[in-house]
């Protein structure tokens, strides 16, 4: 099975700031991560989709890039509604995992 | 407009199963893969399995294989998870999710959750 390994497992970010969250999936993968946003007591939302393509209404301050070995998701500038837990993930085969969550907080 | 309705909360004793039902509007019901998700209390997201609603095939994580039973119902156009024999460790919110892309994508629109406690 394919691993994604998430880091790091808590950032602590003021408004404004840039904000980098990696996914090493092990082995190496193609092009098929998502990335996703949960905030307390919802479901989670689509952010990102095959590594780099942008869900509709989500703000062009988020994107995805990478290949391989590494992915990241970038929130170029962080608003107060960005504060919240990210997921990437793997669909590439018949699984679909899930990394740890990267927990975005104010500093 | 596109969503999925789970069934309600489910309280269940050690040992027991459950069964989560997650009925699906406003697009085509065969044209996308259905995913099962679990989010234990103050953890992470869990993948659990899939089934295509075209053919009935399913896919489970190692985890669950042999406990979980995906099914659907084609003209309700409703999916159902089974999970058997639970323990505490299976409390969990569970959501079903379908994917934006065949035969394989990310998860564009989730039910609202299913709250299953297994409790003595």
């Known amino acids: 099975d394919i691993q994604m390994i998430q880091s790091p497992s808590t950032v602590s970010a003021s408004v404004g700031d840039r904000v980098t969250i990696t996914c090493r999936p092990s082995p190496a993968i193609f092009t098929w991560v998502a990335w996703y946003q949960q905030k307390p007591g919802k479901a989670p939302k689509l952010l990102i989709y095959?590594?780099?393509i942008l869900q509709s209404g989500v703000p062009s301050s988020f994107s995805g890039s990478g290949s391989g070995t590494e992915f990241t998701l970038t929130i170029s500038s962080l608003q107060p509604d960005d504060f919240a837990t990210y997921y990437c993930q793997e669909y590439n085969g018949n699984s679909r995992t899930f990394g740890q969550g990267t927990t975005v907080d104010i500093k | 407009q596109v969503h999925l309705v789970q069934s309600g909360p489910e309280v269940k004793k050690p040992g027991a199963s459950v069964k989560v039902s997650c009925e699906t509007f406003?697009?085509?019901?065969?044209?996308?893969?259905i995913n099962w998700v679990r989010q234990v209390p103050g953890q992470g997201l869990e993948w659990m399995g899939w089934i295509n609603p075209y053919n009935g095939k399913t896919a489970s994580a190692k985890k669950f294989q042999g406990r979980v039973t995906l099914t659907m119902e084609r003209p309700a156009n409703t999916v159902y998870m089974e999970l058997r024999s639970l323990t505490s460790d299976d409390t969990a919110v569970y959501f079903c999710?379908?994917?934006?892309?065949?035969?394989?994508?990310?998860?564009?629109?989730w039910g609202q959750g299913t709250v299953v406690t297994v409790s003595s």
């Open positions: 095959k590594t780099s």
């Open positions: 999710t379908k994917e934006n892309y065949y035969p394989k994508g990310a998860f564009d629109i």
């Open positions: 406003g697009y085509t019901f065969t044209n996308f893969l």
